[in-house]
């Protein structure tokens, strides 16, 4: 089972009583017996593609030839960071079929079918398959080399260093490296309905820098480097850049839209509109036909499998598919101008137009989205400021003249129990989350108990009697009850 950036799998096949030449035939044969797609063939070698299946992730293969020996490679395009041996299984295979065509060509055939793939093949000087293999000094520089921007690869090693330093710098102001508390994801910018609509509309942004604990940040900045690899040499920096912040923000208000009471944050809604680019440029002919087809279905799938996943609690599917959504718009608007790449004009135009669509889609969300929140917020703590006050009668001196407890128990507590019971009526026809209107109706209910007990004890102190006493008691317990819920619910 093969793990990382690009999974992969290798395996030397030694070229017994067989020319350079010959075996380039039957490495040949042998990839078109098994429907793989030829790019590349030199002297050297043969590259060749796997096409994407369903339940069968695509593959890049390459057959270097050197000497005695041929070296057989399989590595993954999808984006898988496992590859559950598959890529072991495709290079077994290609075993089988180069010892099958061995034991059967004869030497006419061998000799007929070269100077048929002799035109083909690509010159020396522009042969990829006779660069030097990495050194282990080379590959873990090539590691770092994913964090270092270059020419064609820029705008993605910023935002991913940007991601890491924001989650570093969280981390040594003291929030969880694991599971970050609600109360820190807003204090960093996290995106939350209530605050986001109340003037913090920067939220739209900061949310996507943020992450969840560490294992959310490395699963998204595999997923941010590796879409980037492929997508950021075909659009450039700006285009590149444009299209993440673009995508972030739908991805964003999506998730405000959907989304009442959830702190939302992470670049997954970015990154998932990256790849909706990234599948609206595959269905063009920008890119090459052979490895368009491989990577098609494996990023196809990629994006329906962490869809279907997203499906579980926790996940904000919502700004996935805002960001999916949006980046498909993006990808099919950046094709006019990538098949004119000389005409920067018209990148521009196409640029400043998505943004001010994506500034006055989000505007025309905000309008629409319905805010009470604040208004709730602000009523519930009238509410307690209230309920303290309905509550002073328990606090009055035991040998509190009687005329004078009537008064406080009247004019004050059920007074103020009224208040607070008409306070909640209107808060019900307020346009809020269901599971504040619940917590309304709950209030509602306790407040009618409250009245009732008081009532219950008016009566009691006035007419001298105990008569009253396992009524209030009743009223009491069921009063505790709803406190108790409630108290659960808010500590969910």
């Not at 007074?415 to 209030?443: F, H, M, R, S």
Request: net charge negative; charged share 20%.
């Amino acid at each position: 089972m093969a793990a990382g950036f690009i999974p992969k799998y290798i395996e030397e096949y030694p070229l017994i009583n067989l020319s350079t030449d010959d075996f380039l035939v039957i490495a040949d044969e042998a990839v078109k017996r098994l429907d793989w797609k030829i790019s590349f063939i030199s002297e050297t070698g043969i590259i060749a593609y796997k096409p994407m299946q369903i339940f069968s992730p695509g593959a890049e293969i390459r057959i270097t030839i050197d000497n005695e020996k041929a070296t057989l490679k399989s590595s993954s395009t999808g984006s898988e960071m496992v590859d559950m041996g598959r890529n072991k299984k495709l290079v077994l295979a290609l075993i089988d079929i180069l010892d099958e065509i061995k034991t059967t060509i004869s030497t006419e055939e061998l000799t007929s079918k070269y100077q048929i793939i002799k035109d083909n093949l690509v010159p020396d000087e522009d042969d990829i398959l006779k660069l030097p293999p990495p050194t282990v000094s080379d590959q873990i520089a090539g590691f770092f080399s994913f964090f270092k921007p270059t020419k064609t690869y820029f705008i993605t090693p910023i935002l991913v260093n940007l991601n890491i330093l924001i989650f570093i710098l969280m981390v040594i102001k003291g929030v969880s490296f694991i599971e970050p508390d609600s109360q820190s994801l807003l204090n960093w910018g996290a995106n939350f309905r209530p605050l986001t609509l109340d003037g913090q509309w920067w939220r739209l942004i900061t949310n996507t820098f943020l992450h969840i604990g560490i294992i959310h940040l490395l699963l998204n900045m595999y997923a941010l480097i590796y879409i980037g690899l492929l997508l950021e040499p075909y659009l450039g920096k700006l285009k590149f850049l444009s299209a993440y912040l673009l995508t972030g923000i739908a991805a964003s208000v999506t998730s405000l839209w959907w989304h009442d009471l959830t702190i939302s944050a992470g670049a997954s809604g970015a990154i998932f509109g990256m790849y909706g680019v990234f599948l609206a440029m595959l269905t063009t002919d920008l890119i090459e036909k052979t490895a368009r087809r491989a990577f098609l279905t494996s990023i196809g799938i990629f994006v329906a499998y962490n869809l279907i996943n997203g499906v579980k609690g926790n996940i904000d599917n919502a700004a996935h598919i805002g960001g999916l959504l949006s980046g498909l718009i993006i990808g099919y608007s950046f094709t006019v101008s990538l098949k004119k790449p000389g005409d920067n004009g018209l990148s521009y135009a196409i640029i400043g137009s998505l943004t001010v669509i994506t500034i006055i889609g989000s505007a025309m969300t905000f309008k629409n989205i319905s805010n009470d929140l604040p208004i709730y917020q602000a009523d519930m703590k009238r509410f307690s400021d209230i309920e303290s006050m309905a509550l002073e009668i328990y606090n009055l001196p035991k040998d509190t003249p009687k005329d004078k407890l009537l008064d406080e128990i009247k004019n004050r507590g059920i007074y103020y129990w009224n208040e607070d019971l008409e306070l909640v009526k209107k808060d019900e026809k307020l346009k809020i989350p269901k599971p504040l209107l619940a917590q309304t109706g709950k209030l509602k209910e306790y407040c009618n108990l409250r009245l009732k007990c008081y009532q219950l004890i008016y009566k009691a102190i006035d007419e001298d009697t105990d008569k009253y006493k396992e009524q209030i008691e009743t009223y009491n317990k069921q009063i505790q009850s709803i406190i108790d819920e409630l108290k659960r619910v808010n500590s969910q």
